[in-house]
């Protein structure tokens, strides 16, 4: 397994040893930091010149997971292959740094031929069928209802929200939310508990002094000279030249002028001071609330509970089985476009096939895709079977072979020829067993034994000389 480690752009390669000739075997896993987060990637691996693109993507054949594929046969060769990778993500395009892997030489020599590794345009084939089969199986359990009624009814109108209707799973009902304050009523009757009266907070009865409102402490004995702002100061100077009752008062304010100016006063009330500005000096004070547990939720506020939305989901965050199919519907794959001549300005998700010469038949296909306002051609339709056996050359090689059935044949009529086991078994059967041989009879001989030939010539001679001495 090679492991391609990034940083950015920058890869980096590790690996232990690679040697030439195998297939579907070498493994590259590629761990992309978060410069390559939503980039649909491709791996591109070249050799003397020879580019194989591999989309690491769901349903390639060559793709295995997790951001891992096989490094196509026909690039692990002596003495080294490249290997870098490209990211699309609408109109921008990241690259990496161009790698090379030292390849060991097998030894193998002539391999045995092997399918080649699939073109770009069959890996999106490929993909793309796995994208549609995927999209077919969620229409089809949407259709058949799977996605309805598990916690999000439709229907509802904007404003509701999900709540549960009971215990039971999935047992929801859209709704209003009541025994709440809107957030406009909660802004106009309560104010936030990080709200402060000249810098204290709400946390309990506020005691005001008179620097808190901007009075003054009055003193029990007077108000002391030093304590005069410099008007006032500057006025009571002045009081000492001022003129007497016994002086001349000509030009001065009249009694009407002087009631006139007070019409608009306020007559000091007998037994009552003038009020300091001190809160602590009013009576009949309210007592002003700290917790909201003990005002009166009269508006309809949203409780805690409710703010914790632990049974309520908000219609905005739901989908209904009309929305899913929409959703779906939206799902863009790719496709291919066969094309005399390349468009100005191609489009996204299309891979344009163009012919090498237009009036053949049964054409081999140039593939481009349009990238960053330019055409990037990425491989093509041919497949270079250079190196692998064709049918009339095999057939060549194998003409003084025999077939199977041919072996078979001659095996059989060669054995024609011969006994087999059972015949061999019901002659010998017929036959007298060598250890029952005798070269004399007696009478103890056996009906099992048998007499050789010395031994019946004897026995006859015998007899033959008995019959000559009897004549």
Not at 325 to 331: G, H
Not at 341 to 364: D, S
Not at 394 to 413: E, H, K, P, R, Y
Request: net charge negative; charged share 20%; with cysteine.
């Amino acid at each position: 397994m090679i492991e391609a480690n990034f940083e950015g752009q920058e890869m980096s390669l590790q690996y232990d040893g690679v040697i030439s000739d195998s297939i579907r075997f070498l493994k590259i896993h590629f761990n992309f930091d978060e410069y390559w987060d939503g980039f649909e990637k491709t791996a591109v691996f070249s050799h003397n010149g020879e580019k194989f693109l591999v989309a690491l993507s769901e349903g390639n054949s060559i793709y295995l997971d997790d951001n891992t594929c096989y490094v196509p046969q026909e690039v692990i060769k002596t003495q080294s292959f490249s290997v870098s990778v490209f990211g699309n993500k609408g109109n921008t395009v990241i690259t990496s740094s161009n790698e090379d892997v030292s390849v060991a030489d097998s030894g193998m020599g002539k391999r045995i031929p092997r399918d080649p590794t699939p073109t770009a345009w069959s890996q999106m084939l490929e993909i793309e069928n796995h994208t549609n089969n995927m999209v077919s199986e969620l229409v089809e359990r949407a259709d058949s209802g799977e996605f309805d009624g598990v916690g999000i009814p439709q229907g509802g109108t904007a404003g509701q929200v999900l709540k549960k209707s009971s215990n039971a799973d999935y047992d929801t009902e859209w709704g209003e939310i009541t025994d709440c304050y809107t957030k406009e009523q909660s802004d106009n009757k309560y104010v936030a508990k990080t709200t402060t009266v000249n810098g204290k907070q709400l946390s309990g009865n506020i005691v005001l002094n008179y620097s808190d409102v901007g009075a003054y402490s009055k003193p029990s004995v007077g108000i002391p000279k030093s304590d005069l702002s410099s008007a006032v100061k500057a006025s009571l100077d002045k009081a000492d030249t001022a003129l007497q009752s016994h002086q001349d008062i000509s030009g001065k304010a009249d009694k009407t002028y002087v009631d006139t100016g007070l019409s608009n006063k306020v007559n000091k009330e007998q037994g009552k001071g003038l009020f300091s500005g001190s809160y602590n000096d009013l009576t009949n004070k309210p007592d002003i609330p700290t917790k909201t547990s003990v005002l009166t939720n009269d508006s309809g506020f949203i409780t805690n509970a409710v703010n914790n939305l632990i049974n309520y989901y908000l219609k905005s965050e739901t989908y209904n089985k009309t929305e899913i199919n929409s959703l779906i519907s939206q799902i863009q794959t790719s496709h291919f476009e066969i094309v005399a001549v390349l468009p100005t300005v191609g489009e996204r998700n299309v891979i344009y096939l163009l012919p090498r010469q237009i009036t053949e038949t049964g054409n081999i296909y140039d593939e481009y895709i349009y990238i960053s306002n330019a055409y990037e051609k990425i491989g093509s339709t041919d497949v270079d079977l250079t190196g692998y056996a064709t049918e009339t050359w095999v057939n060549t090689q194998i003409a003084d072979f025999l077939t199977q059935m041919q072996i078979q044949g001659l095996i059989n009529n060669a054995l024609n020829d011969y006994y087999n086991k059972s015949e061999i078994d019901t002659a010998l059967s017929l036959k007298e067993n060598l250890s029952n041989k005798v070269t004399s009879i007696s009478s103890q001989s056996t009906d099992t034994q048998y007499p050789s030939a010395k031994c019946v010539y004897n026995i006859v001679g015998n007899i033959e000389s008995l019959l000559s001495a009897l004549r």
